[in-house]
Structures are given as structure tokens and as C-alpha cells.
């Protein structure tokens, strides 16, 4: 089966700088990969996802990498602000018919 | 736009009482539906999913069931709730296999 681990489970930065958070997969089957961002109290939001098929996807202040080689994939976060606060989440799947494995979270604290 | 609704918001309820949770989507049809339940500072636990009316499959065996009466409907029930049922509990759905989740605001239960 699919286990998702992440690294570290909280990571403070200060405001203005960049953070990178962690994350490691077992299942070599696995071809989909999401990240989340959960603040306390509410629902996950989807922030990203990257395919197999990439190794490096970027969106507005985010950017995820994927390391199939070592099944590894981490979210980096540019100049991190207070509302990037909140417990970050990896998700792994085999998309051709499989539920999401979660990881356990990181949690992101931002100082000003 | 697709929307995802949760209700209620928040519950407290004894001991070997009853539970019904309801979660409604909007906006999409034949979606894959999910229950999870988030414990306090932990990660995502996958309870259920359905990938259509009346298709139920259970990751967790515990006294939780789940059903589907309509495309657009997920109801998480238990006919005598334990302490340990308390959580947080949380639907999503994705457009078929492959995809990204989107979650519900999620339910808030405590059991005392």
C-alpha cells in the first residue's frame, strides 16, 4: 500500500522568506500528487498538483518539485506571508483507480 | 461553479446516540464522493468513498456507515456513536479518478 510521510511536522520561517516543505511517497505506482493547505478549522484547499510525467510545476508563489527517482516531492512557498499560516498536506495516488493517501502535515508558522 | 456543502457545521452529542451527517455537491454530476475524519493535530483518514448511487466501499471497518441515495448526496450515519467517534469529519469529491479532491467545510463532532 501507499504511505505518505512529510519530513518535519512544523516549520517556522519569518515573513519575507522562502519555505520549503517535504515530503516523501513509498509507492513507485504512484502518478499523481497533490498539495494542500489547511487553515485550523477548515476544509483542505487544493494549492497545487504535478503528474508523473513533470518534474517541476509552478504557480502563483508556489512551486512543486518531484523527485520519482527517490519518491520525493516538496512545495516551495515564495516570500512567505502571515496568511501562508496553516497545516500543509502531500497527497499521493495511482490514478488509474485509487483513493489519495495523506501525509500527517507540516505545519507552517509565519512570523512578521 | 461546483460547491460542496457540509451540515451541520458543528455537533456534540452523548455517548451511544445517533449520528447522521450530510454532505451535498453542487454543480457537477457522477462526481466520486468521500468521508474522511481528521482527529485533533492529525492527518486525513479515508472512511469511505462511492463512485455512484448505492456504491459504497469502506477503508475503516468501525461502527460508521455510509450511504448515497442521490448522484449528489453522501451521508455518513451511526447508529450508537463512541467516544473515540470524535473528530473531524470531512466530504469531498472528484470528478472521477485521478484528480484533485475538493473538500467541504467540514463537520465539527464531539462526543461526551
Known amino acids: 500500500g501507499e504511505s505518505v510521510g512529510l519530513h518535519l511536522p512544523t516549520l517556522s520561517v519569518q515573513e519575507g522568506d522562502n519555505s520549503i516543505i517535504n515530503c516523501a511517497y513509498s509507492?513507485?505506482?504512484?502518478?499523481?500528487f497533490i498539495w494542500y493547505k489547511q487553515e485550523s478549522g477548515k476544509g483542505p484547499q487544493f494549492i497545487i498538483d504535478?503528474?508523473?510525467?513533470?518534474d517541476k510545476r509552478q504557480g502563483q508563489r508556489v512551486t512543486v518539485l518531484l523527485n520519482k527517482t527517490v519518491k520525493h516531492l516538496s512545495l516551495q512557498i515564495a516570500a512567505t506571508q502571515p496568511g501562508d499560516s496553516a497545516v500543509y498536506f502531500c497527497a499521493a495516488t495511482n490514478s488509474g483507480y485509487s483513493t489519495l493517501t495523506f501525509g500527517k502535515g507540516t505545519m507552517l508558522l509565519v512570523s512578521p | 461553479s461546483q460547491t460542496i456543502h457540509q451540515w451541520p457545521a458543528t455537533l456534540v452529542q452523548p455517548v451511544g446516540s445517533p449520528l447522521s451527517l450530510e454532505c451535498t455537491v453542487e454543480?457537477?454530476?457522477?462526481?466520486?464522493l468521500y468521508w474522511y475524519r481528521q482527529a485533533a493535530g492529525r492527518g486525513l483518514q479515508l472512511l469511505f468513498y462511492s463512485v455512484g448511487i448505492g456504491q459504497i466501499s469502506s477503508e475503516v471497518p468501525q461502527n460508521l456507515s455510509a450511504s448515497r441515495p442521490q448522484d449528489r448526496q453522501f451521508i455518513l450515519s451511526s447508529k450508537k456513536l463512541l467516544l473515540s467517534d470524535s473528530g473531524f469529519y470531512l466530504c469531498?469529491?472528484?470528478?472521477?479518478?485521478?484528480?484533485?479532491?475538493?473538500f467541504g467545510p467540514g463537520t465539527r463532532l464531539t462526543v461526551l
Open positions: 454543480g457537477t454530476s457522477n462526481p466520486n
Open positions: 504535478i503528474r508523473s510525467n513533470m
Open positions: 469531498a469529491w472528484s470528478p472521477g479518478w485521478g484528480n484533485e479532491q475538493f
Open positions: 509507492n513507485s505506482a504512484s502518478d499523481y
